[in-house]
């Protein structure tokens, strides 16, 4: 019986990316809703021996005999976030991108991402895609998912800690989920970054009534329903931004995607409310970097709370998977004033998921460029 071997591949650039809907954040908002209950639930797979693995990282030498070798720098790294997500998704596949922070100075983003999707069964790809806008948006999705669920409903201040392209999307997002908000807060670490993300805010946004540069982190931060801290920058605590739990106010939502400094105290207190995208990806990183992990890979807050289990300090049932949440086998809030710290680690599972659905909807309307891999194989 004759079989058919041939295996196309669907390519899609980031301008037929965009026409095919990869900035839906309400779209993307829902399917993110989905997968963290497909990932509270189990049906999915990642690198590593535990399949919770964030994924492989290349870094380099502070020095090195090579003269073409990179250096270390600030974000300088490669990475493959591989995944497999189950349910209606059933696909498998990686997202693949190259970091360093000086790409700024030459007009590029900081990461350059691309994704590739393959069949779960044959494994065989059928989609190639830029992944920068799908990164950027199923980034900020994940937060946007919790906050709809647990951001207060009548939320009017958002304060936004760095002006980066993360909570570019994540003002987009939050504005989505919560309509209410009417006044914005942005600080940077320099006034100039501050002042253009006003700008744009501004202009993209005109519903809004204020966007004002804060002076300081805690200026930011206090009288904020919503917060959102996403800076990135070198490792070890000494270089995260700083939250005192005296400046949160009390029912504020935060959402924690990138690196972010507590203090034990308050965070062991029971003031605030833990929850994480995915606990396993935490205890996973607990495993593959030294001890104390947010010192030295990650600033993510959940790896804090994972050094804090670590520890014996915090009972590991203190911290709620955000799909449980959602399902309703673990409450939100634990009483009505308690604020919620959302730690967002960031799964290969959002982005096959997210570009799954971008592809489907290409096909629908007869976008991208069809790449033939092969009409039969050299070697079978």
Known sequence: MSQDTRIDMLYLSEPEMIEAGVMDIE????????????????????????????????????????PRMPKDDEDRRFMAMDAYLGG????????????????RERGLPRSIHLIVLNDPDTGAPFAVMSGNLESAYRTAAVP???????????????????????????????LKVRPSLKHVKVVGRRQESGERFA????????????????????????DSD?????????????????????????????????????????????KARLV??????????????????????????????????????LDPAKVADIGDVFTGKEPGREFAEQPVLFSVGGMGVEDVAWGKTVYEKAVELGIGTKLNLWEKPHLA
């Not at 906050?147 to 201040?157: I, S």
């Not at 992990?293 to 520890?311: K, P, R, S």
């Open 27 to 66: 779209g993307c908002i829902n399917v993110m809703e989905e997968v963290l209950v497909l990932v509270a639930e189990g049906d999915y797979r990642m690198a590593g021996n535990t399949a919770n693995s964030h994924g492989a990282m290349i870094t380099f030498p502070a020095e090195s005999p090579f």
């Open 88 to 103: 209606r998704f059933h696909v498998a596949g990686v997202k693949w991108y190259g970091s360093n922070v000086a790409n």
């Open 144 to 174: 946007g998912a919790a906050a709809r669920t647990l951001a207060p409903e009548d939320a009017k201040v958002l304060g936004l800690v760095g002006p980066g392209a993360m909570n570019r999307s994540a003002l987009d997002t939050f």
């Open 199 to 222: 700008a744009w805010a501004r202009e993209t946004f005109p519903q809004l009534e204020t966007v004002e540069v804060s002076p300081d982190i805690e200026a930011c931060v206090r």
């Open 226 to 270: 919503m917060v959102s801290v996403a800076v990135t920058g070198l490792v070890g605590s000494e270089n995260y931004p700083y939250i005192s739990g005296d400046w949160i106010k009390p029912g504020a939502f935060l959402s924690l995607p990138a690196n972010t400094k507590m203090d034990e105290d308050y965070t062991l207190s029971g």
């Open 276 to 313: 994480a995208d995915a606990k396993a990806i935490y205890e996973a990183w607990g495993e593959e970097y030294p001890y104390p992990c947010h010192e030295t890979a990650f600033g993510m807050i959940g790896l804090y709370w994972q050094d804090l289990i670590n520890d014996g300090k």
